[in-house]
T-cell receptor, first 115, second 113 residues
Framework: GAVVSQHPSRVICKSGTSVKIECRSL??????MFWYRQFPKQSLMLMAT?????????EQGVEKDKFLINHASLTLSTLTVTSAHPEDSSFYIC???????????FGPGTRLTVT | KQEVTQIPAALSVPEGENLVLNCSFT??????LQWFRQDPGKGLTSLLL?????REQTSGRLNASLDKSSGRSTLYIAASQPGDSATYLC????????????FGGGTRVLVKP
C-alpha cells in the first residue's frame, strides 16, 4: 500500500521557538494532505486541509498564523508550529489522499513536546 | 453537522473470542467509511474501506458491514489474538465535505492471553 512518512518522529523544543514537521508521500502523488492533532486518549482533530500549490484551509478554532502549512509539491507538506508553547505539546499526524484512492493514508505521527 | 460515535469506548476480551465494534453516524449522506487501527504512540493503519454503495468488506479475520440508512457500521474481528490489542477508529467521509474525514472517539481493545 501507499506510504506516508513524517519527520521528525519526536521533537522537543523550548517555549517560544518554532518547529517544522514534514509529511511526505513516498510512492504516490498526494493531491490533498491533511494535518491532525491528537491529545492523549482522544480521537483525531482535523486542523487543516492543504492542496498542492494553494493556501491551506483551516478548521474553525485553529490559528493559521500559529500553525503554518505549506504544500509546495505533490509529495511534501510541512506544518510549522510558530512560537510554540507547552499547550502546543501534542501528537501531530498527517494524511494524504490521491486521485486513485477514495480513502486517506496516514503517517506515523510526530510527538511534539514544548518545554 | 456529522457526528460519529463509537461504543463501547473500551473492551476487554479473552483470546479467541470474536470482537464486535460499533460505529454510528448521524448523517447518512456519506461517500465512504473507513476503519483504522492505532497502536499506542503510532499513526493510523487503514483496515477496511467501505464505499457507500457497499454493504460489507472483508480482509482475513476482519469483516466490516455498513448500513447507511440506519447510520451504522460494525467491525467484526474473528478469533481475537493478543496482537489485536489496539484502538480502533472509524471515520466517515461525507458526500458534501470534499475529502475530509469525521472520526469517532475510538474503541480501546484489550485481548487477554
Amino acid at each position: 500500500g501507499a506510504v506516508v512518512s513524517q519527520h521528525p518522529s519526536r521533537v522537543i523544543c523550548k517555549s517560544g521557538t518554532s518547529v517544522k514537521i514534514e509529511c511526505r508521500s513516498l510512492d504516490f502523488q498526494a493531491t490533498t494532505m491533511f494535518w491532525y492533532r491528537q491529545f492523549p486518549k482522544q480521537s483525531l482533530m482535523l486542523m487543516a486541509t492543504s492542496n498542492e500549490g494553494s493556501k491551506a484551509t483551516y478548521e474553525q478554532g485553529v490559528e493559521k498564523d500559529k500553525f503554518l502549512i505549506n504544500h509546495a509539491s505533490l509529495t511534501l507538506s510541512t506544518l510549522t508550529v510558530t512560537s510554540a508553547h507547552p499547550e502546543d505539546s501534542s501528537f501531530y499526524i498527517c494524511s494524504a489522499s490521491s486521485a486513485s484512492y477514495a480513502g486517506q493514508y496516514f503517517g506515523p505521527g510526530t510527538r511534539l513536546t514544548v518545554t | 453537522k456529522q457526528e460519529v460515535t463509537q461504543i463501547p469506548a473500551a473492551l476487554s476480551v479473552p483470546e479467541g473470542e470474536n470482537l464486535v465494534l460499533n460505529c454510528s453516524f448521524t448523517d447518512s449522506a456519506i461517500y465512504n467509511l473507513q476503519w483504522f487501527r492505532q497502536d499506542p504512540g503510532k499513526g493510523l493503519t487503514s483496515l477496511l474501506l467501505i464505499q457507500s454503495s457497499q454493504r460489507e468488506q472483508t480482509s482475513g479475520r476482519l469483516n466490516a458491514s455498513l448500513d447507511k440508512s440506519s447510520g451504522r457500521s460494525t467491525l467484526y474481528i474473528a478469533a481475537s489474538q493478543p496482537g489485536d490489542s489496539a484502538t480502533y477508529l472509524c471515520a466517515v467521509r461525507p458526500q458534501a465535505a470534499g475529502n475530509k474525514l469525521t472520526f469517532g472517539g475510538g474503541t480501546r481493545v484489550l485481548v487477554k492471553p
